[in-house]
């Protein structure tokens, strides 16, 4: 049954956005329902942010010894345990540990889908499946939100309960479906293995592949990543407690958002990354969310605002499969040190994002919006900035 397959790890990542995503709708009804401050919501999603940004290469290294299957596997049931003891938290530290306890294994899982697909897909479709596994995410994520905004209706504790029975099946998948390519393993000796587990060593390694070019890419996912983190925290518990919507509500928008994010991908996305230079692309695709995020900024009449977020969701998505194809353009540094990068810049601008967003709700709602746009025009500088230093198509 076990099987190297890019395909089978796609069928996985389609399930992971689906399950992984059952308790956000649910998250602002229960730090409400526990009576905790508003500036939970971001203090929660800063604490799974802070580990996935630590862990993030210490993760890339593990699985080259023991294999990106079970390591997947693994962090999987870490995962399922850290939501069971989210779901039975009652108080600010009991959220707190559990969603430090998340970020530690949402990082091995995030950077070993990324290693999977880079190391098992043929040169020439390299980019384009990486672009696939972002959209997946980024699609199927949105149907998750409204699955669990439902399930959140009729029991928080049911959602939590069936997240986590769900995650823990889609970890014993990757050990008994999934293989792993004996070529990319370095088997070195245990001690070796755990000096280099050491994630601040890890992330000290990774000081002799930095350059110019690097820290312009890095700052972009930073920015773009703190952005949209600070924008989704500050909306989801704006909705709650501005209009006072249900979970489920919180969850049909997300669907919303699904099929404008497919579209979307479907055509701009897919377009961009057959049709063109990405790395140059994303210089007017970023313009256009800084744009957009200044009109939510400007709107108030309810109708007009939802759906300004709505569209706004959409055209988020398209740069994240454009940022990680980017990262096949680092030809010159190995790919777990570069996607380790990348992927603990993406956690450091979620810490960033989710922290800010609330604390600084109390001066006013919308003041993680104007944040975000800030932000995203910051981060139109370092894509131009990155395009001048690296303007050579492959």
Not at 107 to 116: K, M, P
Not at 338 to 343: A, I, K
Request: aromatic share 14%.
């Amino acid at each position: 049954m076990k099987k190297i397959s890019v395909f089978r790890l796609f069928i996985f990542i389609f399930l992971y956005s689906l399950v992984a995503n059952f308790a956000h709708p649910i998250t602002p009804t229960f730090i409400q329902n526990l009576e905790l401050h508003d500036y939970m919501f971001g203090v929660a999603f800063a604490c799974m942010s802070i580990t996935n940004f630590v862990f993030s290469p210490f993760w890339g290294k593990v699985s080259r010894n023991f294999g990106i299957s079970k390591v997947l596997g693994f962090c999987f049931m870490g995962y399922a345990c850290a939501q069971l003891i989210f779901g039975w938290s009652t108080s600010e530290l009991g959220i707190m540990i559990a969603r430090l306890v998340g970020g530690v294994f949402i990082s091995g899982i995030t950077v070993n889908n990324i290693l999977y697909v880079i190391d098992n897909s043929p040169v020439e479709t390299r980019g384009r499946d990486l672009a696939t596994s972002a959209t997946i995410n980024a699609v199927v994520a949105a149907f998750g939100f409204m699955i669990g905004g439902f399930l959140g209706d009729i029991s928080i504790a049911l959602t939590f309960n069936v997240q986590a029975i769900g995650l823990a099946l889609i970890g014993l998948m990757h050990w008994f479906l999934l293989d792993d390519n004996q070529e990319t393993m370095t088997h070195l000796p245990m001690k070796e293995v755990l000096q280099k587990s050491n994630p601040f060593q890890a992330l000290i390694d990774a000081k002799d592949v930095i350059t110019t070019v690097i820290i312009c890419f890095l700052a972009v996912c930073a920015l773009t990543t703190f952005a949209s983190t600070c924008y989704e925290q500050c909306f989801n518990y704006f909705i709650k407690d501005q209009y006072g919507f249900p979970p489920s509500y919180n969850g049909l928008l997300k669907a919303a958002v699904g099929i404008i994010a497919f579209i979307a991908n479907s055509t701009i996305c897919n377009y961009l990354l057959k049709k063109t230079y990405v790395i140059k692309s994303i210089i007017p695709v970023l313009t256009i969310c800084f744009a957009m995020m200044v009109s939510i900024v400007a709107l108030d009449a309810v109708v007009p605002f939802i759906i300004m977020n709505v569209v706004f969701f959409g055209f988020n998505a398209v740069y994240k499969p454009l940022l990680q194809t980017s990262i096949t353009y680092f030809n010159d540094v190995d790919n777990g040190i570069m996607v380790g990068l990348y992927n603990s810049m993406c956690a450091l601008g979620s810490v960033g994002g989710s922290l800010l967003a609330g604390f600084i709700y109390g001066v006013h709602p919308k003041m993680s919006f104007i944040v975000s746009a800030i932000a995203f025009l910051l981060a139109v500088m370092f894509a131009y900035m990155l395009f001048k230093r690296k303007p050579v198509t492959r």
